[in-house]
């Protein structure tokens, strides 16, 4: 017979462990799906224009050339206008031997208000000139953004690089581990030679050692990115190149630099600089200011009527007749930082041209090697590693010309990925100098 009570002691601890296994599968649950975005933004591939996003949008260097700006505006605003007018407050001939406020006529409590005016247009051209100084602050934060991009641009295909060859070497070794292990079974039964094994196990050693050298590479090129994203630079990058493979001509990318930033900034100085010369011209003229004033009087005339009080007007004139000298070396140093100012932005012109006309010839010839290695270095390398293991495997060649053969094909696949990285990059560099749209 089956009792009820007889059932307790063994569904109660069924039930127990049921639970518990419950809630270890609960938390185990809980658990992935915390960890879920964490690993499963670390495994989204980074992509360049998700760099270039985030390095136009939180650049510090910009963010510091857009707020000098703002405060050279801000400086302007206060230079165009009139200095504080003062307050001035007297007690004038008051008489000390004796007598009170109203013992003398000329004994009176005045109050005035005076207002000075600065030389000429000084205030208007100041202001020109901070609004100059601004707009250079300005096109050098443009500028600054520009080059970041093209930096980060090319750190993202630095890490692209070493990713691929990371692949392509790690691809290759099962290979040549392979090839190894033929040389060695060959060598046991007679019928190859030591040095076969030996050449085999060299080659082996020396990809290993490759390897670890691209992952020191990697990890160095992950640090410059890093520089521009942070964190982000530790995810892996997008298996695919920009499709980058055409840019303007010479000549229209020649009239385009005109544009460049760099040189809308010097311009921008050499306007400053003309203000400045416009402001030690000004020099010469006099300040001057008006002066307001109302004095009150106490006591009565002998006639018995009450003292009149005062009203003053005066005004000043600075004379700047005895100062020509400063003035006239204030117009001259003006003047030769506009000359120099000037003599920078031509200076910065020629060595932009030169870079352009020199990066140009780079792009041209990094596009005549690839079509070179698309159409026959990469068939050729690969064709002469496949001969030469047939010829090995026919006992019609040697074990050291199959190993040349395959590391020659390996060092040929990753040129051909360092051509394609370079002209990426010089395409970056090119976009800097000719404004080219991303």
Same mark, same amino acid.
């Given at each position: 017979?089956?009792?009820?009570?007889?059932?307790?002691?063994? &569904?109660?601890?069924?039930?127990?462990?049921?639970?518990?296994?419950?809630?270890?599968?609960?938390?185990?649950?809980?658990?992935?799906?915390?960890?879920?975005?964490?690993?499963?933004?670390?495994?989204?591939?980074?992509?360049?224009?998700? &760099?270039?996003?985030?390095?136009?949008?939180?650049?510090?260097?910009?963010?510091?050339?857009?707020?000098?700006?703002?405060?050279?505006?801000?400086?302007?605003?206060? =230079?165009?206008?009139?200095?504080?007018?003062?307050?001035?407050?007297?007690?004038?001939?008051?008489?000390?031997?004796?007598?009170?406020?109203?013992?003398?006529?000329?004994?009176?409590?005045?109050?005035?208000?005076?207002?000075?005016?600065?030389?000429?247009?000084?205030?208007?051209?100041?202001?020109?000139?901070?609004?100059?100084?601004?707009?250079?602050?300005?096109?050098?934060?443009?500028?600054?953004?520009?080059?970041?991009?093209?930096?980060?641009?090319?750190?993202?295909?630095?890490?692209?690089?070493?990713?691929? =060859?990371?692949?392509?070497?790690?691809?290759?070794?099962?290979?040549?581990?392979?090839?190894?292990?033929?040389?060695?079974?060959?060598?046991?039964?007679?019928?190859?030679?030591?040095?076969?094994?030996?050449?085999?196990?060299?080659?082996?050693?020396?990809?290993?050692?490759?390897?670890?050298?691209?992952?020191?590479?990697?990890?160095?090129?992950?640090?410059?990115?890093?520089?521009?994203?942070?964190?982000?630079?530790?995810?892996?990058?997008?298996?695919?190149?920009?499709?980058?493979?055409?840019?303007?001509?010479?000549?229209?990318?020649?009239?385009?630099?005109?544009?460049?930033?760099?040189?809308?900034?010097?311009?921008?100085?050499?306007?400053?600089?003309?203000?400045? &010369? %416009?402001?030690?011209?000004?020099?010469?003229?006099?300040?001057?200011?008006? %002066?307001?004033?109302?004095?009150?009087? %106490?006591?009565?005339?002998?006639?018995?009527?009450?003292?009149? %009080?005062?009203?003053?007007?005066?005004?000043?004139?600075?004379?700047?007749?005895?100062?020509?000298?400063?003035?006239?070396?204030?117009?001259?140093? =003006?003047?030769?930082?506009?000359?120099?100012?000037?003599?920078?932005?031509?200076?910065?012109?020629?060595?932009?041209?030169?870079?352009?006309?020199?990066?140009?010839?780079?792009?041209?010839?990094?596009?005549?090697?690839?079509?070179?290695?698309?159409?026959?270095?990469?068939?050729?390398?690969?064709?002469?590693?496949?001969?030469?293991?047939?010829?090995?495997?026919?006992?019609?060649?040697?074990?050291?010309?199959?190993?040349?053969?395959?590391?020659?094909?390996?060092?040929?696949?990753?040129?051909?990925?360092?051509?394609? &990285?370079?002209?990426?990059?010089?395409?970056?560099?090119? =976009?800097?100098?000719?404004?080219?749209?991303?």
């Amino acid at each position: 017979m089956f009792f009820p009570t007889g059932q307790w002691p063994v &569904v109660q601890p069924v039930r127990r462990a049921f639970a518990a296994a419950s809630l270890c599968c609960l938390a185990l649950v809980a658990g992935a799906l915390v960890m879920l975005p964490v690993t499963g933004l670390a495994a989204i591939p980074l992509t360049l224009a998700e &760099v270039e996003d985030q390095v136009l949008a939180a650049d510090p260097g910009q963010q510091a050339l857009q707020a000098k700006a703002a405060a050279l505006l801000e400086r302007g605003v206060v =230079a165009s206008q009139l200095p504080d007018p003062m307050l001035r407050v007297a007690l004038n001939n008051y008489p000390i031997q004796s007598g009170d406020f109203a013992t003398e006529g000329m004994t009176n409590a005045a109050i005035g208000l005076m207002q000075t005016f600065p030389a000429g247009k000084s205030r208007s051209i100041n202001e020109r000139r901070f609004q100059w100084l601004a707009s250079e602050m300005q096109e050098n934060a443009e500028a600054r953004g520009r080059n970041v991009l093209a930096a980060a641009r090319q750190a993202w295909l630095e890490v692209y690089y070493w990713e691929q =060859a990371h692949r392509l070497v790690s691809e290759s070794r099962p290979f040549f581990d392979g090839l190894a292990t033929i040389s060695r079974s060959l060598y046991a039964v007679g019928r190859k030679n030591q040095q076969d094994v030996l050449r085999a196990e060299l080659e082996l050693s020396r990809l290993d050692d490759r390897l670890i050298e691209i992952e020191r590479q990697r990890s160095r090129a992950r640090a410059m990115l890093g520089e521009w994203i942070g964190l982000e630079a530790s995810r892996p990058v997008a298996p695919k190149l920009p499709a980058w493979n055409q840019v303007p001509a010479l000549d229209a990318m020649q009239a385009e630099l005109q544009q460049h930033p760099v040189l809308r900034a010097a311009q921008a100085q050499i306007d400053a600089q003309a203000a400045a &010369v %416009d402001l030690a011209n000004e020099r010469s003229k006099p300040n001057w200011a008006l %002066d307001l004033g109302y004095s009150y009087r %106490d006591g009565y005339q002998p006639t018995g009527e009450s003292r009149s %009080d005062f009203v003053s007007v005066g005004v000043t004139v600075g004379l700047p007749f005895f100062r020509k000298k400063s003035i006239d070396s204030n117009l001259s140093a =003006a003047l030769q930082d506009r000359s120099a100012a000037e003599a920078t932005r031509e200076q910065t012109l020629r060595g932009l041209g030169s870079q352009l006309a020199a990066e140009y010839a780079r792009w041209n010839d990094l596009a005549r090697r690839l079509d070179i290695y698309d159409t026959r270095v990469l068939t050729l390398s690969s064709s002469n590693a496949e001969a030469s293991l047939l010829a090995y495997q026919s006992d019609q060649g040697d074990f050291a010309n199959v190993m040349r053969a395959y590391v020659d094909d390996l060092n040929t696949r990753l040129d051909h990925i360092r051509l394609q &990285v370079e002209q990426a990059q010089s395409y970056a560099v090119l =976009a800097n100098l000719g404004g080219l749209p991303r």
